[in-house]
């Protein structure tokens, strides 16, 4: 087993405790906190890879942007456990159905597909900037462009609602 | 194997500048402030009281450490730490100087020279909000709470217009790597006709990008004018209001790391990094290494400019109010910065054909 399979399986590992984490957590905090740990997790695959790119980006927009929003929310909300409405047991019942149902499907999913043979990877320069341009600007043009004029509605629509309730 | 005890010495060596010169600049902020209101400021430990870090280093150690009844212990403790981490990381990927040579072989003087030094240096900015948030938080104090709060909205805020400059830095060099970045202004003459060599900064063509950046390095630093995080005045002590002893030491002393780093990142990215004029010839005459100490020197003293920047703006300018700060950020800056980045593209389609 070379370095990188190691350090591959040790970052695996970490990465699916850590998700793990962030459900069993009791505290939403530790939550966030773990959530962001995870993504830690992931840029490292990222690099593992050889995409820095992607991983630096990752950081940058999950890690330091998004979950600091979260976080900013979940520290204002002052969620703890005492003031925790208690759920009905009838919902209860219906969230432990639902999710065992989704369990099954994903077992039978996994059950019924072939692993594909492990190909060694080759050092790839796939995540470079440079490439990574090329296939975004060149052969994924419209794509890219439709995207950000996605993110622009979401974002003049949160304006927008913003804006609404200074004028009731 | 000789590269890892390079490295490693390189890494040892630029830990202890970065807190030294952190320890050196609560003496010199004490002495800017004394200086600008006509006062003699530290002299009585040592002299000129040179040795007043050090009796503030053992005093912060000898305090009592408290630890809050009803905070969160561990977020508690890894606060600071997390803000301490992450003001020493960004010092890895600044290129310090020119190469040195050993037995023929060139070892630069950066510790990582990864293709995407930029955006490492920006990832590991927006990280640092994390250790003021769970500092804040685990405190379990609505001061520290607010503070902290306003830290985070405030980082983010001029991340936006921070990066926003920095894309008119790589449209021009067409590099994300710092090395390419510094390296590039030594090259070349001024506007293409100034006959100075390795005087080709970028602050020269981004006047106005260099303001930007100048202004979210003060929002990202917490430093006045933008120290509402730890603003007295409204909100006791901000996001340390709870810490003592040495943890409160660690935030105190990360800011003045982070303000070390984030001059001599300036200094890269406008001011020519190791560059100086006359460098070219100097590496004509001299022994490398000689030459690479030298321009080492030239960062370390544009970088220590720039924290005197940093102290005489705070001994001068007064503190914004919040709502002027977010106003300033996001009706300002960002849309000035967006003009920049279409100057910028302007200006490269007209002149480099």
Same mark, same amino acid.
């Given at each position: ?23 069993? @957590? ?14 830690? @997790? ?72 072939? +692993?594909?043979?492990?190909?060694? +990877? ?10 990574? $341009? ?13 995207? @950000? ?20 | ?44 430990? #040592? ?43 960004? @010092?890895?990927?600044? +290129? ?26 920006? #990832? ?22 607010? $503070? ?14 921070? #990066? ?65 995080? %730890?603003? %007295? ?21 990360? %800011? ?78 960002? +849309? ?8 910028? $593209? ?8």
């Amino acid at each position: 087993m070379g370095i990188s399979q190691i350090i591959f399986y040790m970052l695996a590992a970490f990465t699916l405790l850590s998700a793990l984490f962030v459900v069993f @957590s009791k505290n939403p905090i530790y939550s966030v906190l773990w959530l962001i740990l995870c993504f830690f @997790s992931i840029a490292g695959h990222f690099v593992m890879l050889n995409a820095q790119f992607l991983a630096v980006v990752h950081i940058i927009v999950y890690s330091g942007a998004i979950m600091v929003l979260f976080l900013f929310t979940v520290m204002l909300l002052n969620l703890n456990s005492e003031t925790e409405p208690h759920k009905p047991t009838l919902l209860k019942f219906a969230a432990v159905l639902s999710g065992g149902a989704l369990f099954l499907i994903i077992i039978a999913a996994v059950r019924s597909t072939m +692993p594909a043979p492990y190909v060694a +990877p080759q050092l790839s320069e796939v995540g470079y900037v440079k490439n990574i $341009g090329m296939k975004l600007y060149r052969d994924y043009t419209l794509p890219f462009e439709v995207a @950000s004029i996605l993110f622009l509605s979401a974002m003049i629509g949160s304006v927008v609602l913003a804006k609404k309730e200074r004028f009731n | 194997m000789f590269l890892l005890i390079f490295k490693i010495a390189l890494i040892v060596i630029l830990f202890l500048i970065s807190l030294g010169v952190a320890a050196y600049a609560t003496y010199g902020e004490r002495k800017v402030a004394a200086f600008m209101q006509d006062r003699i400021g530290p002299d009585r430990a #040592g002299p000129f009281g040179l040795l007043q870090p050090i009796a503030d280093g053992v005093k912060m150690f000898m305090k009592e450490e408290i630890i809050p009844n009803v905070s969160d212990k561990l977020l508690f403790i890894l606060g600071p730490c997390i803000f301490m981490i992450t003001a020493l990381m960004t @010092s890895a990927v600044i +290129p310090w100087g020119t190469a040195m040579e050993f037995d023929g072989v060139k070892y630069g003087l950066q510790v990582a020279d990864i293709n995407i030094g930029i955006l490492y240096v920006f #990832g590991v900015v927006s990280l640092g909000v994390y250790g003021i948030m769970i500092g804040g938080w685990a405190s379990n104090n609505k001061f520290a709470l607010l $503070g902290a709060v306003r830290a985070s909205s405030q980082m983010i805020s001029y991340e936006l217009a921070m #990066g926003m400059s920095l894309i008119a830095i790589i449209m021009m060099s067409g590099s994300l790597s710092l090395n390419d970045i510094v390296a590039q202004q030594g090259q070349g003459k001024l506007y293409g006709f100034i006959p100075v060599s390795g005087l080709n900064w970028n602050i020269f063509y981004q006047p106005l990008g260099f303001i930007i950046f100048l202004i979210c390095a003060f929002a990202e630093c917490n430093r006045t004018p933008f120290d509402l995080p %730890e603003c %007295e005045t409204e909100l006791v002590g901000g996001y340390h209001t709870e810490y003592s002893s040495m943890k409160l030491g660690l935030y105190l002393f990360a %800011e003045y790391i982070n303000m070390f780093v984030s001059g001599a990142i300036i200094s890269c990215l406008y001011f020519g990094g190791y560059n100086f004029p006359g460098l070219e010839y100097l590496s004509t005459v001299l022994n490398p290494n000689l030459v690479s100490i030298i321009s080492f020197g030239a960062l370390f003293t544009k970088a220590i400019f720039f924290v005197f920047f940093f102290m005489w703006i705070r001994w001068t300018i007064p503190r914004f109010r919040y709502d002027q700060l977010m106003k300033l950020g996001w009706q300002v800056l960002l +849309p000035l910065s967006i003009l920049n980045v279409l100057l910028t $593209g302007g200006g490269l389609t007209i002149f480099s054909k």
